[in-house]
């Protein structure tokens, strides 16, 4: 625990101007964001009698070890940098809301040749129309159903649509009148696109205008004696009316506002949001939060609006904004989100009327939702403590260990040896920091000693940034790394550098260098998990003596009997199987399986599809195709003299004879079988569907080894 006149800086340095100010930990990692009117006065309020401050900001201003500050000219520009510098470092001790649950959007993919209208959830795309969120997906699709007889556009996949443009047959949706069929040109892309205009207009509110055109349409129809057409038309306008009666009107004068309310206490805070559009609930949202800070209403506010609009454009931010509170002070919002909008916003408290009756609404909405976070998250709590306990106890730890990092090793007969790190901080997975390895220290089939090379990596990288920051005094010189670092997982979106998504193994911020930004090992965990019994715990354990460090536990979870084993201990703890801490450590060793066996058949798959070209330097994918396009085939190619490879569009002589060496150093490829009917296939026909789909065509294709893979 820091003490904070350690820090804090002589009152004549701090400006009294608007700005940003950041505190940092020992670590060098951003823990707190804030803006200020008046840096000066602001920051004097954290620098008082720690007896005096908010319990939680006593907690902050006893974990930070330093304050920084950028100054601002405006007090928009401080609001601007603060949300900018909160999405960026994920400060612990900043309000962070996050959604009480995923909501779906209906979304129209304006950014494709022919727009689809589908349920999309997660992070907005660039191009694409939202409109909601809804509830439920259902309710997204009862809407699309109905009005899909009125605005007949694309809803299928990009597989199906070509599909459909392949064979010339449309999807059945096509055949029943709820798709205009672009696939098979009964539109044109100009006639489809603006259909998908048509639907997005009337899903913004603007409903009177196609109900009159198509009441219109129905009376000359009848007039015509066109009963059929006037029939449909009147099917339709039915159509549409029903797909409105899904929201009501609340506010009779064809309102665009957002209404966010808030329920609270002490602790935690719940807002819920409702976006009324042309005078319906066009969408419902709530979030809930950890009060880590003494804050008012109106600041828990300004943090949901900078939430909401601090990623929106346009129309996505309503003329008129109605809250429960004001923040302090309330122009610089107000002008933040004009220039978000573009034009006029009014952000105010309803005091009477229609809108007021709607307020009261959402704030029972944000009560409910409030209470049922609390029970959740009691139960949730309670459980999740209840383990750590069981596990300190069972370990005979000094206290809960509220960091553990499990590691895995998987390979398949000895080949593409990896291995895993997963994390779990409080009992949850911390996915942002999960990491993983290639094994590079020898060949072959050695569990142990990969746990050992993987062990020694981790916290080498850890002593390594304690000598960075000054923490470690005699810590060893040039402790590098070999292991993969911020790493993508094949299971679900890019994690870290580019991940799911995701959720999202690796997404976040993670641990900060020293400009607050990602580091991958510099937080030691209390215990290590390793996934196996007394060798894999031996080795872990031998990894850490090495090194040097003696206040990490250690222990491995054996498969067989689900026990327990300790270093040096010659019998295993055995939990009871209903323990809570025996469930805990099984999540973390299945979640390090997981990602080690996803990670190790993404390597495999990758091997499976290599060819002598990757061994070119500087070849990219383009000029592959480009080889194989004017060879026709790998076989050719293979055989093609140095001269006739320099006549490829693109390919210089040195580059050409880097390929010539490669084909001559690459051993001749066994004869491809076709696993359907057990024939050899011709070589050119494999070498060139080997090529250039990207597929073995082996009868030792991968899956069937799977079995075998650890």
Known sequence: MADPSSYRPKPGQIPDSPGVYRFRDEHRRVIYVGKAKSLRQRLA???????????????????????????????????????????????????????????????????EEFPRVQVMRGHKKKGVRYFGPYAHAWAIRDTVDLLLRVFPVRTCSAGVFKNARRTGRPCLLG?????????????????????????????????STYLRRLEKQMTEAADEMAYERAARLRDDIEALKKAMEKNAVVLADATDADLIAVAEDELEAAVQIFHVRGGRVRGQRGWVTDKVEEITTGALVEHALQ??????????????????????????????????????????????GDKRALMETVERNAQQAF?????????????????????ADALDLDSAPLRIECYDISHLQGDDVVASMVVFEDGLARKSEYRRFQIK????????????????????????????????????????????GPLTDASS????????????????????????????????????????????????????????IDDIAVCGLAKRLEEVWLPGEDDPVVLPRTSEGLYMLQRVRDEAHRFAITYQRTKRAKRFRSSPLDDVPGLGETRKQALIKYFGSVKRLRSATIDQICE????????????????????????????ATGEIMEDEESDTTAE?????VSAGAPDERRGQER
């Not at 907690?59 to 949300?83: D, F, G, I």
């Not at 209470?371 to 596990?391: G, N, Q, W």
């Open 45 to 111: 309020n954290y620098f008082q009698d720690l007896a005096g401050l908010h319990p939680r900001t006593r907690s902050m201003v006893t974990t930070a070890a330093s304050v920084e500050w950028t100054v601002v000219s405006t007090e928009v520009e401080a609001l601007q940098l603060e949300y900018s510098w909160i999405k960026e470092y994920d400060p612990r001790f900043n309000v962070k809301y996050r959604d009480d649950k995923s909501y779906p959007y209906l979304a129209v993919t304006m950014n």
């Open 692 to 696: 250039t789909s990207g597929e073995p």
């Open 493 to 548: 979106a890019p994690i870290a550098d580019g991940l799911d998504d995701d959720v999202t193994e690796g997404r976040g911020n993670g641990l900060k260098d020293d400009d607050g930004r990602p580091k991958r090992f510099a937080y030691p965990p209390q215990l290590v998990v390793v996934d196996g019994g007394q060798p894999q715990v031996a080795a872990a354990q031998r990894a850490l003596d090495e090194l040097g």
């Open 307 to 352: 939430q909401l609009y601090g990623e929106e454009t346009g129309d996505a931010v309503p003329k008129e904004v109605l809250v429960p509170a004001l923040p302090d002070p309330v122009e610089p919002v107000q002008e933040w989100l004009t220039g978000r909008r573009g034009s006029g916003v009014s952000l105010r408290i309803p005091q009477r």
């Open 441 to 484: 220290g020898f060949e072959g089939q050695d569990d142990v000693r990969s746990m050992h090379e993987v062990i020694t990596r981790r916290f080498r990288r850890y002593l390594a940034e304690k000598e960075k920051t000054g923490e470690w005094a005699d810590g060893e010189d040039s402790l590098g790394d070999t292991s993969t």
């Open 648 to 675: 490829v569009p693109g390919i210089g002589r040195k580059t050409a004879e880097a390929i010539a060496i490669a084909f001559a150093r690459a051993a001749p490829a066994a004869p491809a079988v076709n696993t």
């Open 371 to 391: 209470v049922l976070h609390k029970t959740k998250r009691a139960s949730d709590l309670t459980t999740r403590s209840r383990a750590l306990e069981e596990i």
């Open 175 to 207: 055949y029943i009148g709820k798709c205009s069929a672009p696939c098979v040109d009964r539109v044109s892309a100009e006639e489809h696109r603006e259909l998908a205009d048509e639907f997005c207009d009337f899903m913004t509110g603007r409903t």
